[in-house]
């Protein structure tokens, strides 16, 4: 087989790539080792940033977005049994937010490719990248039942953070930073109406928690646990019990409860590859960089790596030029250290420390002070969690 742009991964990221390729007019092919119904059914982020909604805009696969996102226009900040809201158009210039699911930005996409854009292989194993350095890099796949290649002008790994892209790049040249974070999130699905209109970030000395929805009847809520947690030593009524507790204030309002139905434990990292490019192949998204979901980033971040991509590889088929391909890097490294670095910040002030003091405590309360007291630093939070621009 033969392709201008081999994408490695049918997650967001390498789906949204084939979608703004094709319309540029540039081939391109997409290989997913798991099956349609796997990758539709995936749980994952579901808060896009205004960047990521003008993306899905741009690549015509914003019809149901628009129709069944919920748009919001602030956060809400619970500590000390207060509650704080940040108002993000009013701090940013307008900017708002989108709660729309992962799973169906991956469902708009997927029935775009099939109905009239570039291949789409389900259940095509990528097991290698060979000759990267060259202009013909190849990738090696497995797909019904026998081995293949795929011959491409650029190859773009887009298959998240235990994919094989990475393992092309040279370990002489390529540089990792990480941090594992001493807990883990409890996440539940619930069938049952959100006891609120915008996400609630609460701090307290029994840990982090978190409502957020998936719509308007489904509750997506999470809960700082010990890592290792197994999630079946959290029955129904203890999950829906200390969320209550970690939510409480001082003011009248109730968690609404319902049936759990999805119940999981994720572990929290921040993880950095550089460089993000490595002769004819570049990585975008989770297969470069991963940010703990308390700042909402690595969807948003995928989408921008993507968005950046697409304009490089199209100016460079329009005129010639490789000079955004050359840069593409340099310009998504800048933003992946700003999110994670906003990401690790919102991290460490609302969760409690395991091996935290009352010193650690009070530093915590002092920094959510700072924020809901001080517009300046009000704003600088809604700026990064709305979005910063996209320099493209």
């Excluded at 290989?31 to 990758?39: A, P």
């Excluded at 900017?95 to 991956?106: K, L």
């Excluded at 109905?115 to 013909?136: H, I, Q, T, W």
Aim: charged share 25%; with cysteine.
């Amino acid at each position: 087989m033969r392709t201008t742009v081999g994408i490695i991964g049918g997650g967001p990221a390498g789906l949204l790539l084939a979608r703004l390729l094709h319309r540029a007019g540039i081939d391109c092919a997409v290989l997913e080792s798991r099956t349609r119904e796997y990758v539709e059914q995936r749980q994952r982020a579901g808060m896009l940033e205004q960047g990521t909604v003008d993306a899905l805009r741009e690549a015509g696969a914003a019809g149901r977005l628009d129709a069944e996102g919920l748009v919001h226009h602030g956060i809400e900040l619970r500590f000390a049994g207060e509650r704080h809201r940040i108002d993000f158009p009013a701090l940013t210039g307008g900017r708002t937010v989108t709660i729309y699911a992962q799973t169906e930005i991956v469902k708009d996409l997927i029935e775009l490719q099939l109905a009239d854009g570039p291949p789409l292989f389900f259940e095509a194993e990528a097991l290698a990248v060979e000759k990267p350095e060259s202009e013909r890099p190849v990738v090696r796949f497995r797909h019904e039942g026998r081995e293949r290649t795929l011959t491409c002008d650029w190859v773009v790994g887009c298959d998240g953070s235990h994919g094989i892209a990475r393992d092309a790049f040279p370990t002489e040249t390529s540089r990792t930073y990480a941090h594992d974070y001493p807990y883990s999130w409890l996440g539940i699905l619930a069938d049952v109406p959100p006891s609120c209109d915008e996400l609630i970030y609460a701090r307290g000395e029994r840990g982090f928690a978190l409502h957020s929805m998936r719509s308007a009847s489904v509750s997506r809520l999470y809960l700082q646990v010990p890592n290792g947690t197994d999630p079946g030593d959290w029955p129904d009524e203890r999950v829906w019990d200390e969320l209550a507790a970690r939510f409480a204030i001082d003011a009248d309002w109730t968690l609404d409860r319902g049936p759990i139905t999805a119940k999981s434990v994720t572990p929290m990292r921040s993880y950095v590859h550089e460089p993000m490019r490595h002769g004819r192949l570049l990585l975008a998204g989770d297969a470069a960089h991963i940010v703990p979901p308390t700042g909402a980033k690595g969807l948003n971040l995928a989408v921008s790596d993507v968005r950046v991509l697409a304009r490089a590889l199209t100016e460079l088929h329009r005129t010639g030029s490789a000079r955004l391909v050359d840069s593409y890097s340099e310009s998504c490294l800048a933003r992946v250290w700003q999110a994670t670095r906003f990401s690790y910040d919102m991290t460490r002030m609302l969760h409690a420390q395991p091996n935290g003091d009352a010193f650690d405590q009070r530093m915590q309360l002092a920094r959510l002070r700072r924020i809901t007291a001080s517009r300046h630093a009000a704003a600088e939070l809604a700026a990064n969690y709305s979005g910063l621009p996209l320099a493209l």
